[in-house]
């Protein structure tokens, strides 16, 4: 992966996208709720769509696949973020503001 040519052509495989449910989050407006949900403790698996917000411990969800340099927010916390690559290998967030 420290190959250059080979992380352009990782960017270049299209991204997977999901079809997203509500799941019950009733902390923000009607129209967004489906982009949250509960953590649900160490066994709670997330998708390839799903990361966690640092700061108030609600699970993101995307329509989109995320990587590495994506920027998100968390509108219940109102914490905005970019995806870094953690040092295991996962995905992990660093808060911006």
């Not at 996208?17 to 129209?31: R, S």
């Not at 953590?39 to 696949?65: A, F, H, T, Y």
Request: with cysteine.
């Amino acid at each position: 992966m420290n190959d250059p040519n080979e992380q352009a052509v990782e960017s270049d495989v299209p991204r997977q996208t999901f079809e997203l449910e509500e799941c019950g989050f009733l902390e923000v407006p009607k129209k967004w709720r489906k982009f949250y949900r509960h953590w649900g403790g160490p066994g709670d698996v997330l998708g390839p769509n799903e990361i966690i917000c640092p700061v108030c411990k609600v699970v993101i969800r995307s329509k989109r696949e995320i990587r590495v340099g994506d920027r998100l927010y968390c509108m219940p916390c109102m914490s905005r973020m970019v995806v870094v690559l953690a040092e295991d290998g996962s995905l992990d967030t660093e808060v911006i503001y």
